[in-house]
């Protein structure tokens, strides 16, 4: 009986450890000093002017993400952290970078118009004067009527755009109270989208395809709109750039493409089916790299104490794409992050962990950066981990856009929700309120979620107009919000920092 009993209280002994274990702790002291620094002496808005302003677009491998890099590094240094380098993390292709454009409508009137070459295209010949043509091509059959009649044209790709005059975007979004407690009650999540099977069609072209058979008739460029609203330029890559990872040779084989923005794009397409003939005059100049080179992460820390070899991990994604300076997606994050970090540092803070800051490239052409560095400084749970695998805490990552932190998801982590409850308390008047279940995706905490390690993304008000367009820019930032952001990403970060446990991980799918 007695046995019995022992290997009973065996058992349970880890519940009743869990049980009995104190409420997480909030040091409100270091969170009112965090706050004086954050909202009294915030040098945020400096730091993501900068970015944007004067560093500008950031296409990952880029000469100015390269710029932008060495800012970086030498802010983090400025800042005071430590261990602060520019880290390679693979082969990313071939260096690509727009260094002149210019378009307009000579006939059947003058205008000056908007728009953008698309990434990893050729530029033209000089300045080239030209036909427009609406082609409209989806089979192998299509292509005949087409064939011998599109030399030296500039073609049109894609249908008109239709506005939606009764909801155009808005600067700002704010969830609202009933948005919020749907988000906090939810408790059944949707399951992965099951596409349905499909089966291919031998006649459909595929786009590189297309482009293919408009490169074989002569075609001088090609125009194209896709999407957006007045005034936005929504363009981002020729087709098949992702597959051949931004090869120099499949780069000169492309066409010139430019992305046009809509309302400019409209009216030629509505005078051509006029019947009335218009002619443009544009001129790209594009410079592609001559070698192939690696990409690269910006690092810097904070050096912890008595735990310093386990980490805890803040950070963004500093590449954006090349029509905008990328200032919700995603300097804002970059700033919050650095904000953050000169917070932490300006107070005086002796983390027990090491925080560790990282920006990423290579995000907006599928999570390189951070995959990557996964990969190479914890491992994969399924091939094999790296010791640092297990000294690893927490990632919280910004990329959602630039609103305001409303909670965070929990990304399906149960274990994690009464310690971020409790991290939350001393910012419920800036609205930080709400613990969701949700898993979201798509962003650089991703690469880390899959390798069983915990890592967040913030749950944030929406900022309805810019990303992935030429609007992207400083002006549609809100920099009260930011400053907010840095605030709680800071505390946050601290008290991970200082906890006598690393943040419990959820079980490995």
Partial sequence: MVSRIVIAIMFLLPTLVFSLKEPPKVDWDAVARIREEGLQRSQLVDIVGYLTDVLSS?????????????????KMGTIGLTNVQIEPYMDFGNAWDNEYFSIQMLEPTYV???????????????????????????????????????????????APLVFDLLNLPRDVT??????????AETVILPGPRVAPPTVPNPELLKPEERIEFLKSEGVAVVLQCDGGSFGYVRGFT???????????????????????????????????????????????????????????????????????????????????WHES?????????????????RILKA???????????????????????????VLAHFGDPQKGTKPD????????????GAGAYRGINLQGNERVRRIFTAWMEPFKDMGMTTIALQSVGSTDHVPFDNAGLPAFQFLQDGVGIGGHSNMDVFDTLVPDDLKK????????????????QRIPRKPLR
């Fill in 347 to 373: 107070i005086g803070v002796q983390p027990r962990r090491t925080i560790r800051v990282v920006l990423w490239s290579g995000e907006e052409q599928g999570l390189n950066g951070s995959r990557e560095y």
């Fill in 485 to 500: 952001n840095a605030v709680i990403m800071a505390s946050f970060a601290y008290h991970a920092a200082m906890m006598d």
């Fill in 58 to 74: 950031r296409l990952s491998l880029s000469e100015h993400i390269k710029k932008a890099q060495t800012w970086a590094k030498d």
């Fill in 389 to 400: 695998y297990e000294k690893f805490s927490v990632y919280f990552n910004q990329d959602y």
């Fill in 238 to 320: 020729r087709p098949g750039a992702n597959a051949d990872k931004w090869s120099r040779e499949k780069d000169l084989a492309s066409l010139p493409m430019i992305a046009v923005t809509p309302e400019h794009y409209n009216r030629m397409y509505r005078i051509l089916k006029r019947g009335i003939p218009v002619k443009i005059e544009v001129e790209v100049r594009n410079r592609i790299g001559e070698s192939v080179e690696k990409a690269c992460n910006v690092i810097g820390e904070i050096p912890g104490t008595d735990l310093k070899n386990e980490v805890v991990m803040i950070g963004a994604h500093l590449d954006c």
């Fill in 112 to 158: 000056p118009m908007m728009g953008f070459p698309l990434a990893y295209t050729p530029g033209t010949q000089g300045k080239v004067v030209c036909q427009a043509v609406i082609v409209e091509i989806q089979t192998k059959a299509d292509c005949e009527k087409y064939r011998g009649k599109l030399k030296d044209a500039a073609v049109l790709t894609s």
């Fill in 174 to 183: 704010r969830r609202t109270d009933e948005e919020l407690k749907n988000l």
């Fill in 325 to 341: 300076p990328g200032a919700s997606d995603n300097a804002a994050g970059c700033a919050v992050a650095l904000e953050a970090a």
